[in-house]
């Protein structure tokens, strides 16, 4: 998708440009894929400390500089994938 935004990639024959809609299509998914992926990174930090790892060796594996990096961004993101913080109901 990128590449077809960017004008990098060449469209095949007959295959329609990306309009509007398509755009719209793929922005509303954004928000599904972070959540699923805040959750899955929820998860591995919970397996990666339930099972012994220290923060440093999570902040390593995740590609940040300090243990309290890793401990804040598990926090944060506990905090957003727990079931009470899903927003207001309509």
Do not use: C, K, N
Not at 36 to 59: C, F, K, N, S, V
């Amino acid at each position: 998708m990128s590449f077809l935004l960017s004008g990098v990639a060449q469209l095949d024959d007959g295959e329609p440009e990306v309009d509007r809609a398509d755009i719209t299509a793929a922005l509303s998914l954004v928000p599904l894929v972070r959540a699923e992926m805040d959750e899955l990174e929820t998860g591995l930090l919970q397996m990666a400390h339930g099972r012994g790892m220290t923060w440093q060796e999570i902040a390593f594996g995740l590609g940040l500089s300090t243990p309290q990096a890793a401990r804040q961004r598990y926090e944060r993101l506990a905090s957003r994938t727990a079931p009470d913080s899903e927003g207001p109901e309509q």
